[in-house]
């Protein structure tokens, strides 16, 4: 099993920054891609971010230019810094990974707990 861990979030002001992060811990064998999704109340959940493993990413366009996402691929962590936040921004972030257990060729696909982050007007 892997298992993902958030940590990051809060309450800020608009224009204000955050930084999300996620780590990976378990029976890893491979992480092909991580990334965040969000849910705002009563919208479908969105993707925000994604980065593979060769490094490339990908945003959401309402994201694009405020948000930036990483990965430490020797810590199985992937982080989310967020500047110029907007109250449109305010939602549930959920972290993801995508890979290969090190049962083999069995792969994963799991999911953090979700972090609040709120952006006051």
């Known amino acids: 099993q892997v298992q993902l861990v958030e940590s990051g979030g809060g309450l800020v002001q608009a224009g204000g920054s955050l930084s999300l992060s996620c780590a990976a811990s378990?029976?890893?064998?491979?992480?092909?891609?991580m990334g965040w999704y969000r849910q705002a109340a009563g919208k479908q959940r969105e993707l925000v971010a994604r980065?593979?493993?060769?490094?490339?990413?990908n945003y959401a366009d309402s994201v694009k230019g405020r948000f930036t996402i990483s990965r430490d691929n020797a810590e199985n962590t992937v982080y989310l810094q967020m500047d110029s936040l907007k109250p449109e921004d305010t939602a549930d972030y959920y972290c993801y990974a995508d890979g290969v257990t090190t049962a083999p060729n069995t792969p994963f696909n799991s999911w953090g707990q979700g972090t609040q982050v709120t952006v006051s007007s």
């Open positions: 980065i593979i493993s060769g490094g490339s990413t």
């Open positions: 378990g029976s890893i064998f491979r992480i092909d891609a």
